[in-house]
């Protein structure tokens, strides 16, 4: 009897393909609107290569490889990074006051939560039994 195996890998690598196209390209529109300045810049720039990477991860992840998994999470954590870095700018350009404080930590909360459940994500078809990946 051969084990049936886990769609978990085919599903997850389509969704983080379709995300990175969509991202990709709604990144791109914002600099064409507006480029920013300083550490917005980086975010921004930034904000076009990590879907791009976690598109990659998901082309793997497709054809069952783990590299693909590692490569989604490695982007989630630079997005992460960058997202308290500019959360702690957002934080200083607003001033040291109670609003720049408020500003600041939602900014970081909802970096750690959207990223962790994005991390979670992608990390399923390493958590799924019968995923074969290699």
């Not at 917005?40 to 497709?62: C, D, E, K, R, W």
């Amino acid at each position: 009897v051969v084990a049936q195996q886990s769609p978990a890998p085919t599903w997850m690598g389509v969704i983080m393909i379709l995300y990175g196209l969509i991202m990709t390209i709604l990144a791109v529109f914002e600099i064409a609107d507006a480029m920013g300045e300083g550490i917005y810049m980086i975010s921004q720039v930034l904000n076009i290569l990590v879907p791009i990477a976690i598109g990659v991860g998901g082309f793997f992840t497709f054809q069952r490889k783990k590299m693909g998994v590692w490569i989604g999470l490695g982007a989630i954590g630079v997005s992460t990074v960058m997202g308290i870095i500019v959360s702690m700018s957002v934080r200083d350009d607003l001033g040291s006051g109670v609003i720049g404080d408020m500003a600041g930590g939602l900014g970081v909360i909802i970096t750690l939560a959207c990223n962790a459940f994005c991390a979670l994500m992608i990390a399923i078809p390493l958590m799924a039994t019968g995923s074969n990946l290699e």
